[in-house]
């Protein structure tokens, strides 16, 4: 689902389609790191997601953009929210917001993928 869209979205459209590319991700996540990952609290892998998309997006802001755009980045996206799941599906919708290009989303979503693969694994216990 991760493609740039064409036309403006509703802001309840630009949220599903965040929590539908999420979800995907997160679904990589789990894959990649393996059976030996515990996911019974079920938020292990957005809580991975938003902590390496939160890397990803800053270093990329800090290339594209100017400080003031990071330093509200990381007001409005940097602290976890109490509904964990809710916290990656935010940073993906400020990104589509935001029309990031498309070749950058990709990059973004796949280095943000392999940053919480990484993280997850020593955590696991292998």
Same mark, same amino acid.
């Given at each position: 689902?991760?493609e740039e ?13 965040a929590?539908?590319d ?7 996540? $789990? ?15 957005a809580?991975?997601?938003a902590?390496a998309?939160?890397?990803v997006?800053q270093?990329?802001?800090e290339? !594209?953009?100017?400080e ?5 980045f990381?007001?409005v996206?940097g602290r976890?929210?109490?509904?964990v799941a809710?916290w990656?599906?935010?940073i993906?919708?400020?990104?589509r $917001?935001?029309r !990031? ?13 392999q940053?919480?693969?990484?993280? $997850?694994?020593p955590a696991?216990?292998?």
């Amino acid at each position: 689902m991760i493609e740039e869209m064409g036309s403006p979205m509703s802001s309840d459209d630009l949220y599903r389609v965040a929590a539908m590319d999420a979800k995907m991700l997160q679904d990589r996540i $789990l894959s990649a790191a393996g059976s030996s990952i515990d996911v019974s609290d079920g938020r292990v892998a957005a809580l991975a997601l938003a902590s390496a998309l939160l890397a990803v997006v800053q270093e990329y802001l800090e290339r !594209t953009s100017d400080e003031h755009d990071v330093a509200l980045f990381l007001e409005v996206n940097g602290r976890q929210p109490d509904d964990v799941a809710s916290w990656p599906v935010n940073i993906l919708a400020g990104l589509r $917001l935001r029309r !990031t290009p498309a070749d950058d989303w990709h990059s973004m979503c796949q280095r943000a993928v392999q940053i919480a693969v990484r993280r $997850l694994r020593p955590a696991s216990g292998s």
